[in-house]
Nanobody, 117 residues
Framework: QVRLVESGGGVVQAGDSLRLSCAAS????????VGWFRQAPGQEREFVGS????????YYLDSVKGRFTISRDNAKNTVYLQMNSLKPEDTAIYYC??????????WGKGTLVSVSS
């Protein structure tokens, strides 16, 4: 069983930065890749990026490449999403996600990021 809690969202202006955190409970957190997703009002939830279990492999949505960076600290059971040069179109609720070995999905409740122009 894994429990995920996102934090770090807020209201910022275009060009600002935020760092989101995804804190996980569960002894096997370090075994799993972790994904970040976002859902804007009236939109489908979309993949933002992911990081492998040991941090060696990261993948990003094209529109955030070069601006967002995912990292993890397995000793703290935490994954981070550093977001720089934020744009109004980045406004969304951001969620972290783990899929365990039984293909069960775990989601946090999300954290809201609002970027004004």
């Amino acid at each position: 069983q894994v429990r995920l809690v996102e934090s770090g969202g807020g209201v910022v202006q275009a060009g600002d930065s935020l760092r989101l955190s995804c804190a996980a409970s569960g002894r096997t957190f370090s075994s799993y890749a972790v994904g970040w997703f976002r859902q804007a009002p009236g939109q489908e939830r979309e993949f933002v990026g992911s990081i492998g279990w040991n941090g060696a492999n990261t993948y990003y949505l094209d529109s955030v490449k070069g601006r967002f960076t995912i990292s993890r600290d397995n000793a703290k059971n935490t994954v981070y999403l550093q977001m720089n040069s934020l744009k109004p179109e980045d406004t969304a609720i951001y969620y972290c996600n783990i899929v365990d070995y039984n293909l069960k999905n775990y989601w946090g409740k999300g954290t809201l990021v609002s970027v004004s122009s």
